[in-house]
């Protein structure tokens, strides 16, 4: 079946710190990938996607490249900033399951100035 | 602004009571999707309707209802609350009927808390 497996939190990194967060995913066909983030108090909103192997997605300084050889699209930003604090959920979509959405259990992420 | 819109956005209920929770979505889209977001168990998909019709179940307990009306607009209705039923409950809108390559906008969320 489809999952979506997502480093455990919570992160905690200074401002300008690099960041990782590993997200590796089990899925029948060629899924497509995203990267949602939720701000304190706010629903989810999508941060970037990849729909095909060797795509990078990348948004607000964010990126992830989908890679079919690993199963994995981890998320990279070079320098976090305070506003970054938030918790990012791993998903895919694959049309073998009626295109459902299967997310992450969510990596919390708190940077301090 | 995602242009989904969720009310009540906080609900305090007692054990056995019933709620009903509503979804706007945005405008132009057809799929609602219902979400329960708790501590312990991340976000766990219930149930998806596209056009009024019932197009996906997941983890959704039998207590638990939802239907879409033809102006789109979706309810979730929990009954015989439990206190485990205390999470966030969000709804999320796309286009069509999944969202391989699109996205989903969720909306803020309705708390729920039963005590």
């Known amino acids: 079946g489809n999952s979506v497996t997502q480093m455990e939190g919570p992160v905690t990194l200074s401002e300008e710190a690099f960041l990782t967060i590993n997200c590796t995913y089990t899925a029948t066909g060629y899924p497509s990938l995203f990267w949602y983030v939720q701000y304190p108090g706010e629903g989810l909103q999508l941060l970037l996607k990849a729909t095909k192997a060797d795509d990078k997605g990348s948004n607000k300084g964010f990126e992830a490249t989908y890679r079919k050889e690993t199963t994995s699209f981890h998320l990279e930003k070079g320098s976090v900033q305070v506003s970054d604090s938030a918790v990012y959920f791993c998903?895919?979509?694959?049309?073998?399951?009626?295109?459902?959405?299967?997310f992450g259990t969510g990596t919390s992420l708190t940077v301090i100035p | 602004d995602s242009g989904v819109t969720q009310t009540p956005k906080h609900l305090i209920t007692a054990t056995g009571q019933r709620v009903t929770l509503r979804c706007s979505p945005r405008?132009?889209?057809?799929?609602v999707y219902w979400y329960q977001q708790s501590l312990d168990q991340g976000l766990q998909f219930l149930i998806q309707y596209y056009n009024g019709e019932e197009r996906a179940k997941g983890n959704i307990l039998e207590r638990f209802s939802a239907q879409q009306f033809p102006d789109l607009h979706s309810e979730l209705n929990l009954s015989s609350l439990e206190l485990g039923d205390s999470a966030l409950y969000f709804c999320?809108?796309?286009?069509?009927?999944?969202?391989?390559?699109?996205?989903?906008?969720f909306g803020e969320g309705s708390r729920l808390t039963v005590l």
């Open positions: 998903a895919l979509s694959a049309r073998t399951t009626g295109n459902q959405f299967y």
């Open positions: 999320a809108s796309s286009v069509g009927q999944g969202a391989a390559t699109g996205e989903l906008f």
């Open positions: 405008s132009g889209d057809l799929s």
